[in-house]
């Protein structure tokens, strides 16, 4: 059979889109369907009914990953692809959503086309890929490669003082099959970039190399609260001036360092946090990449030394918490060349890139051969509302993921 | 008569400091009440029963302020005293409570030795002293002397929203009494300093002679939410960022300015607050106080010029809100040194000396001569559950107290 002339149908994909997008749905056409919350439960219930119908078999494990497998011509692992369907709190409606549907796309396109293949094929949503609410994240994927036992995944604590078990139990998702025995033929992950550089080259499919090392840390800071009226400056032991000048020297390491280096202070709670109170408390976290791990490891030592230092000088003590540590990930080259040669052969402009973000396809390729396919981000915007790609875009990326496991499932 | 040898019953006085304390307790010997809350509400309760049982004749103003009388030989304007019971979330028992319940122990002293007074003599409690709900803090006081006209400070809304009108009616104590026209003779508080200095020279009494000026102001600062990972550095808008720019800026202009400014960042919050997220929006406070207002406007003036240039480098933009401005007030000299004489006297160590907080008298001073006395805090420490007083500076304070308001009210 040629299957040269295989495509998506973009309009029935973005209807998935927009139909999945209403689901937690937020002002700006966003989306805030944290991970394990009930309108991640409303999302997951959708997805699983778009799959029940078009007869894929289901496996939910004890983390609340769904795997749902379309047979081949003969048993064994599957082809797999897929992705996230939980948001960040102020997030948009392609993060994660758009390779989760894009697989059932590529499904449906072989259904209706007649197409049977030689491996199964299979089409995932890993949980809590975001770790907005839960640290770290990327866990569902983890303890789906048996990166972290269940046991210890299911005990994490959210932002909400909830824990992973119980919220799984809650919502209806804490499956009965085994986590990190899964066997899984080769992974590709369609994700939207997230970042500018598709756009800014006009480019419109990124072949991922591989994935930057995120470090991820929390900090509590205890200083001691008094009048900020009576206290001499010399005598304070001011727990929010010294969480402001670590963030303040988080951005001066990023510029020191320069190149793929960035670091981020994104959260940061004062005690008692009142106008006229020095603060006794600070919790902050910070949030490193890199896509070299020599790097990334001097950038977290730079930092501790800091610390050391403004510990002493303000007289505050500082814990610190390991919320997520991964190495740079690299992808696998047989992926990453299939992604620039099924791109090319459609007609797409293509470039290897590295990932500046965290994804599922870099724990599944701690157990089989993954990659990603990329497409552009408006302005490089994500972790946002304003979050776009253009059906146009989408629609290349889907039909690059079509070919691709096509082909891998033939192989 | 002889008063020489009149001296306050500091059993008396300790247990009504300890029992007003157990209302809006807190681990650690602490105090959470929060001005209009219903912790609030109890402690007013008990000192309205307190006052009642010392059959004083009670007003309640449409702040809530709360005035009760004792009759002099002649009527006419009051000498009074007072402070206020409102604390921080994480107080001590002996900010504004002292001053108050002191001022019951004077009544009852002059009652029991069945002494009359030329001019009457008043106790007073100003609502939300601290502004730790509601801004400005000495709301009560500044609405009380005619400063802020009461449908104003009706519409205040607090940090959980709620209206100062609304929570006055919730807790039963808008009064029906007018605002900003009852005569007073003249005015003294009893405070504990807050402060390191009685304490660090082993001096019982602080004759206060002016109160530093206060500017209090909120900034929100925009910038743009993105994804932690892939937003380069140089593209980043981190409201995040550029709050703890302005918090390290302003310790380092305190440090500049030196002499008696502080500057402080009590108060900080971040949107949407999540770890991989550059944080869109920003919100702190800064509280900058010195005893000299040129000095305390080139404070603000030197601050103001760096948030315009944070807000150019970093590309957000910064809008700011005034919550409270007091200049440095000066007390009156008759007072002053009446507070030292007395003190002397008694045969207690005393000296001049500024306050580095607000206080409710400063307000007074609007429309009287008006003064106060300072006893010494343990460690310097205030707005905190350490906050100590030892029953002997507590007796020492009240003592001078005793005697100033019979001399005043006799004079």
């Given amino acids: 059979m040629n299957l040269e002339h295989l ?23 966003g989306v805030c369907r944290l991970a394990l919350t009930p309108e991640d439960k409303a999302g997951r219930d959708r997805v699983l009914d778009w799959m029940r119908a078009l007869g894929l078999s289901i496996r939910i494990d004890g983390m609340g990953n769904v795997v749902g497998v379309r047979p081949g011509r003969t048993p064994g692992p599957p082809v ?9 709190r102020t997030g948009g409606r392609y993060d994660g959503n758009l390779g989760v549907l894009a697989g059932l796309e590529v499904i449906q396109v072989l259904d209706e086309a007649g197409i049977e ?6 089409v995932a949503f890993f949980t809590n890929e975001e770790g907005a609410r839960f640290a770290p994240d990327m866990m569902g994927s983890l303890v789906f490669v048996g990166g972290m036992d269940l046991d210890v995944a ?27 025995q899964y066997p899984v033929r080769c992974f590709v992950e369609l994700h939207v970039e997230q970042g500018p550089v598709l756009e800014a ?22 200083g001691f609260s008094n009048h900020a009226g009576t206290t001499p400056m010399r005598l304070r032991k001011d727990a929010g001036y010294a969480a402001a000048a670590v963030a303040c020297e988080v951005r001066r390491l990023a510029a020191r360092m320069g190149g793929d280096q960035v670091g981020t202070v994104g959260a940061l709670n004062l005690k008692p946090n009142l106008v006229n109170v020095v603060p006794n408390e600070a919790v902050l976290t910070v949030d490193f990449r890199n896509t070299d791990e020599a790097l990334l ?16 000088q303000e007289g505050v003590e500082i814990s610190s918490r390991r919320l997520a540590r991964f190495e740079p990930v690299p992808f696998h080259e047989t992926v990453i060349a299939g992604v620039e040669r099924t791109a090319r052969d459609l007609g797409y402009s293509v470039r290897r ?37 253009s059906p146009d875009d989408i629609e290349a ?5 079509l070919h691709m496991l096509t082909e891998l499932a033939e192989a």
């Fill in 117 to 122: 293949t030689e491996h199964p094929l299979a």
């Fill in 201 to 222: 080259e006009s480019i419109t499919i990124g072949a991922v190399e591989r994935v930057q090392g995120i470090s991820w840390s929390e900090y509590t800071i205890r």
């Fill in 7 to 29: 495509r998506v149908d973009i309009g029935r994909l973005m209807d998935r889109i927009d139909d999945l997008a209403e689901l937690g749905a937020i002002g700006g056409n």
């Fill in 154 to 180: 299911h005990e994490v604590v959210g932002i909400d003082g909830r824990r992973v078990g119980e919220c799984l139990t809650e919502i209806g998702y804490l499956g009965e099959a085994a986590c990190g």
């Fill in 397 to 401: 990326g889907a039909n690059v993921l």
């Fill in 353 to 389: 890139m590295p990932s500046g973000a965290g994804h599922d396809a870099q724990m599944l390729a701690r157990i089989c051969p993954a990659g990603m396919i990329f497409v552009p981000s408006a302005g490089g915007i994500s972790h946002n509302v304003k979050e776009y790609t």
């Fill in 297 to 312: 490891r001097a950038a977290e030592a730079q930092l501790s030394a800091f610390l050391d230092t403004l510990s002493a």
């Fill in 80 to 88: 797999m692809t897929g992705s996230h369907i939980d948001t960040v």
